[in-house]
């Protein structure tokens, strides 16, 4: 079966510094997400990308957030200056299709942690 | 308003009996589609079932069946026969047509399998 792979699988930072996650969707997908988890609550969305660009975003993706599909493989998630509570486990995921469409699938994630 | 409401906070079912999640989801876009992930302890989301709106059977998918009542907006995830392996906290989701289709989640169930 088909996955969304994330590296790493967990990452420890200093605050202030910039991180990379990094993934790599289903190779024939077309709409991806970052998704963030902070330890024991919800999944809160962050933000989607189709066809090249930011197609929504939410509140918590600030200027510090950015994300890239530099190579038309890796779909990945820069935090500029890390902050403590920037520590979460950040899922990505990509879809073939829009609601209707059955494949939506999660990376196992990055687990962050800001010290 | 919540958009996608999960009551049980907690649940416990005996091994190898079946046990029902409950999941209820406001949206006015007929085109959406509902989904259930399990995230174990270690994290990641795995995928377990999908409802498109407009299916008319409910969609079953080894032991996970999904009792899908469009009128009354629920999309419950059943069990069957549960395994010590099901104890994690389970989500529903759901993504809409005319709303980016980004993924909605709800707050989670964590479900005890007591062997």
């Known amino acids: 079966e088909p996955e969304v792979t994330q590296t790493p699988s967990h990452q420890v930072t200093q605050m202030g510094q910039e991180v990379i996650l990094r993934c790599v969707p289903i190779?024939?997908?077309?709409?991806f997400y970052w998704y963030r988890q902070i330890l024991g609550q919800k999944v809160e969305f962050l933000v989607s990308?189709?066809?090249?660009?930011?197609?929504?975003k939410s509140e918590i993706f600030d200027d510090q957030f950015s994300v890239e599909r530099p190579d038309g493989s890796n779909f990945t998630l820069k935090i500029r200056s890390t902050k403590l509570e920037d520590s979460a486990m950040y899922f990505c995921?990509?879809?073939?299709?829009?609601?209707?469409?059955?494949?939506?699938?999660f990376g196992q994630g990055t687990r962050l942690t800001v010290v | 308003a919540q958009k996608i409401t999960q009551t049980q906070p907690g649940m416990f079912v005996q091994e190898k009996e079946a046990v029902t999640l409950d999941c209820t989801y406001d949206?006015?876009?007929?085109?959406?589609?509902l989904f259930w992930y399990k995230q174990p302890s270690s994290g990641e989301m795995i995928f377990l079932i999908y409802?498109?709106?407009?299916?008319?059977q409910n969609a079953t998918e080894g032991r996970y069946s999904l009792n899908f009542q469009k009128a009354r907006k629920s999309a419950n995830l059943v069990i069957s026969a549960s395994q010590l392996g099901d104890s994690a906290m389970y989500f529903c989701?759901?993504?809409?047509?005319?709303?980016?289709?980004?993924?909605?989640f709800g707050p989670g169930t964590r479900l005890s399998v007591l062997p």
């Open positions: 989701a759901m993504r809409e047509d005319n709303y980016g289709q980004n993924f909605v």
């Open positions: 949206t006015s876009d007929p085109s959406y589609g």
């Open positions: 990308f189709y066809n090249n660009e930011i197609s929504e």
């Open positions: 409802q498109g709106s407009y299916d008319q």
């Open positions: 190779s024939n997908h077309l709409y």
């Open positions: 995921a990509s879809s073939g299709g829009g609601a209707l469409d059955t494949e939506a699938f």
